[in-house]
């Protein structure tokens, strides 16, 4: 089946860092999601983007759809405590009714 | 307007038990599906069912059962519990097949000892 790679697995940062994550995928996508988790709370939608080379912005998150369709990228600006969480990206291919899920990136924020 | 609701929030069975997991949506959506979590492994999926009387498997099904009889209720059926099942269950809905807008539930947490 497909596989998303997302990385990195974790990362430690001070409030006010940005941040960069991202996923890769084996296959092609048409549509890519960001879900971030709080704790004991399911994943909620941040942004989905459905064209190669898409830019979408949510506030301070900006996600982009890689033109290759096998990767996409996300970026938090000016980080705040609430930001803290696990971040999964999630890929659809039309026709395949299925969404894949990357492995997550956990967020911590160091005070 | 609840969402997605999934019960029980947490759940403890014994190996060769069986219990059903429950997922309600108001949203009048099509499509739902339901996920498991562990460590490591991000979301992997169950079974889906992209409409009232119809379910297909996902990618690891084995355990598990499901049935659509209404657009609302999709319950998860464990037939005979395994400590390998021990996860946090998430129930999701969308208003399509093309489920680019998936709702989540709070998630079940179960254990099997």
């Known amino acids: 089946g497909q596989q998303l790679n997302q990385s990195p697995q974790s990362m430690f940062i001070q409030e006010g860092e940005d941040v960069s994550m991202n996923c890769t995928s084996s296959s092609i996508f048409n549509t890519w999601l960001w879900y971030k988790q709080d704790p004991g709370e399911g994943p909620v939608l941040l942004i989905a983007l459905y064209k190669a080379g898409e830019l979408t912005s949510n506030g301070r998150l900006t996600a982009q759809f890689g033109i290759t369709r096998k990767d996409s990228f996300l970026n938090i600006s000016a980080s705040i405590p609430s930001d803290v969480g696990i971040y999964f990206c999630a890929g659809l291919y039309f026709g395949n009714e299925k969404l894949t899920f990357g492995t997550g990136t956990r967020l911590t924020i160091i005070p | ?113």
């Open chain 2, 1 to 113: 307007n609840a969402g997605v609701t999934q019960t029980p929030k947490f759940q403890v069975l014994k190996t060769g038990q069986s219990m059903t997991l429950q997922c309600a949506q108001d949203m009048n959506h099509e499509y739902m599906s339901w996920y498991r979590q562990d460590p490591g492994m991000g979301l992997r999926l169950i079974h889906y069912s992209v409409g009232a009387g119809i379910t297909d498997q996902g990618e690891v099904p084995n355990g598990y059962n499901v049935s659509r009889s209404t657009t609302e209720d999709f319950p998860l059926r464990l037939l005979s519990a395994a400590p390998s099942q021990t996860s946090v269950y998430f129930c999701a809905s969308s208003l399509t097949r093309m489920n680019t807008e998936a709702f989540f539930g709070q998630g079940t947490r179960l254990t099997v000892v």
